[in-house]
């Protein structure tokens, strides 16, 4: 199974901002065992990088990449730390083009149809679709599915567990991301239990859809 494959079998991808690399054994620990074995942990923080090094060496059996990553030297750090796929909030040509010359995943963002043309060309069909909630959600999402029928979604920005359901039932969602079982709040205040909580909640409600 590869590393994509993985991520459609979790079916949720948790997008991780870490203030401090020790947070990361809590963190990935709490999704771990609440039956979530994927993580994206954003370039929004200096640690990031450090953070996927960690993460790589002390959660081997988890797939954990790079998200919110906007240029080729963020694409490099991460890679070189050890991210399995490489997430961006946007379409970056150079980022494309690193990541198919060193094999590794890439889901830009891509929110319209020209979006999605670039990504075909580059023989990307798998897109991160962001934000959802800001761009239409579903609807546009299926809409934009009609003429593209090879292509699948992720969509990140407004996913929670009261639509997680609804966004998984659809067969245009390849995986959904959200952090609503990381929030901040929780991290800063190392309720490691509570994301465990959430964690599993979530992954109930995605095995019920997608036994």
């Known amino acids: 199974m590869t590393d994509m494959e993985k991520i459609a079998a ?53 797939i954990v990449g790079a998200g919110t990553v906007v240029n080729v030297r963020q694409a490099e750090q991460a890679v070189y730390a050890g991210a399995e796929f490489i997430v961006g909030p946007g379409w970056s040509d150079s980022v494309a083009e690193f990541c198919e010359a060193s094999s590794v995943p890439y889901l830009p963002g891509c929110v319209t149809p020209t979006e999605i043309i670039r990504a075909l060309d580059k023989g990307i069909n798998i897109v991160k679709f962001f934000p959802a909630s800001v761009y239409g959600g ?43 079982m ?10 490691f239990d509570e994301i465990e909580r959430l964690s599993r909640e979530a992954a109930a409600i995605a095995a019920t859809v997608r036994p």
């Not at 870490?18 to 963190?27: A, F, Q, S």
């Not at 990140?156 to 609503?180: H, M, R």
């Not at 990381?182 to 991290?187: A, M, T």
């Open 182 to 191: 990381v929030d901040g709040k929780l991290v800063a205040e190392k309720r």
């Open 138 to 180: 579903l609807k546009a999402i299926k809409a934009l599915a009609a003429p593209f029928v090879g292509v699948k979604f992720v969509p990140t920005g407004g996913v929670n567990a009261l639509n997680l359901a609804e966004y998984l039932a659809c067969d245009k969602i390849y995986a959904v991301g959200g952090s609503w």
């Open 10 to 62: 979790a079916k949720i991808v948790p997008v991780v901002k870490l203030e401090r690399v020790e947070d990361t054994e809590g963190v990935l620990g709490a999704l771990e065992r609440g039956g979530i074995p994927t993580a994206e942990i954003t370039f929004r923080t200096a640690c990031a990088a450090e953070a996927i090094k960690y993460a790589s060496e002390h959660f081997p059996e988890m």
